[in-house]
């Protein structure tokens, strides 16, 4: 398979990329290359937000920054990455193409993305997990998911359930919407078209736990379905 895999980069705010099949470094993007003789940009940067820093940000200087990524094609047949970004609350819609960022999205404090493709039986939305842990302004009492139509960009529905507060993994299967609750440790689940709650699916007392506190067990993280 030809193509590029992105690298999201959280604390030093910056999305490589890389030839899928090489591996090697690619060539900053057209819109970077403009400005490469004045700022310092990591080797293979993809995108950058803020200034760059050449991949060595003080540890002071530290993000929360670029979380999830997809990337999509349009109906007009164009390229294009989501990337979540948690400290600017919202989603930066980039060119793959020039590396320019095309429109910008405003989503509380975004954290994990998931596409639920045609192909694989879905409704072709993008579902953004929106976290409260970090978040001072966050108008919800609970973290929740959105779902986007991304020809349009707009949100056509939210769901949340009250235990969550940090969504890190998102998949959607045959209706139900399963999400990875990191603080609680556990994985929930609530069916997209009537709303109802299916409660923990997989339950925080039957993952590992990886410190004392059962709030956070097992540390969830990321989490996929495949076919086999």
Not at 6 to 12: E, L, N, P
Not at 26 to 45: F, I, N, V
Not at 183 to 198: L, N, P, R, Y
Request: glycine share 8%.
């Amino acid at each position: 398979m030809r193509g590029n895999i992105f690298v999201s980069c959280q604390h030093t705010d910056v999305i490589l990329w890389y030839d899928l099949d090489t591996m090697e470094e690619k060539a900053l993007p057209l819109t970077l290359q403009l400005d490469s003789s004045k700022h310092p940009y990591y080797p293979s940067t993809f995108y950058q937000f803020g200034y760059p820093h050449g991949g060595r940000m003080p540890l002071e200087s530290r993000q929360e920054g670029a979380r999830g990524i997809i990337a999509i094609t349009t109906n007009d047949g164009s390229r294009k990455l989501w990337s979540a970004n948690e400290d600017i609350s919202g989603i930066m819609v980039i060119d793959i193409l020039t590396g320019l960022a095309e429109n910008f999205l405003i989503v509380e404090c975004p954290i994990s993305m998931y596409h639920w493709k045609l192909e694989d039986g879905g409704d072709d939305r993008i579902y953004v997990g929106s976290s409260t842990t970090h978040s001072q302004k966050n108008p919800k009492p609970s973290a929740y998911v959105s779902a986007f139509n991304y020809n349009t960009m707009e949100v056509e529905d939210v769901y949340s359930i009250p235990e969550w507060h940090h969504p890190t993994g998102i998949f959607v299967n045959e209706n139900i919407l399963y999400v990875a609750e990191q603080q609680i440790g556990a994985v929930f689940g609530i069916d997209i078209i009537t709303g109802e709650s299916k409660g923990q699916v997989i339950k925080t007392e039957d993952l590992p736990h990886t410190h004392t506190d059962a709030a956070h067990a097992g540390v969830l993280e990321g989490m996929m379905a495949t076919p086999c």
